[in-house]
């Protein structure tokens, strides 16, 4: 009898662990916007400016926005997707931009372990007309 208790309130604790919404813990946000001060470096062909903050938006649609504050101000619109460690990489994908599609690559980003801020960011993307590559290393402080 008494193990049957048991087990009931084991099963009921189960159900309720899989049903209700971020008590498993396995489930995700849909979308995100997170951003972070740090350190970093663009390189754009031969030409190299230090990175000081990014800002990342990820949509819920797998659209994302990235914005690298620098001297200038760099902004990559491309997609997102969780990788096989999702608990600690992003996959990010750049193919295009805003006025022809002349830009293709790609990179990482790492959240922190709360995942509602940056840790790191790393891409590397092909400007496809001028043949140049364009290399973003960051990290958060």
């Known amino acids: ?14 159900l309720l662990l899989l049903t209700l919404p971020g008590l498993a813990g396995g489930q995700q946000p849909k ?4 951003s972070a001060n740090g350190d970093g470096t663009i390189k754009l062909g031969s030409e190299e400016f230090k990175i000081y903050a990014v800002t990342v938006k990820l949509f819920k649609d797998g659209k994302a926005e990235i914005n690298l504050v620098t001297d200038i101000t760099v902004f990559v619109n491309g997609t997102w997707s969780r990788g096989v460690d999702a608990e600690n990489a992003i996959n990010i994908k750049i193919k295009g931009n805003v006025m022809a599609g002349n830009m293709e690559g790609g990179g990482k980003l790492f959240l922190s372990a709360n995942r509602k801020s940056i840790a790191r960011l790393q891409l590397e993307v092909l400007n496809k007309t001028t043949s140049k590559v364009i290399k973003a290393d960051f990290d958060a402080k």
């Open 1 to 14: 009898m008494q193990i049957q208790r048991k087990q009931t309130r084991i099963a009921v604790m189960i």
């Open 31 to 34: 979308s995100l916007v997170a």
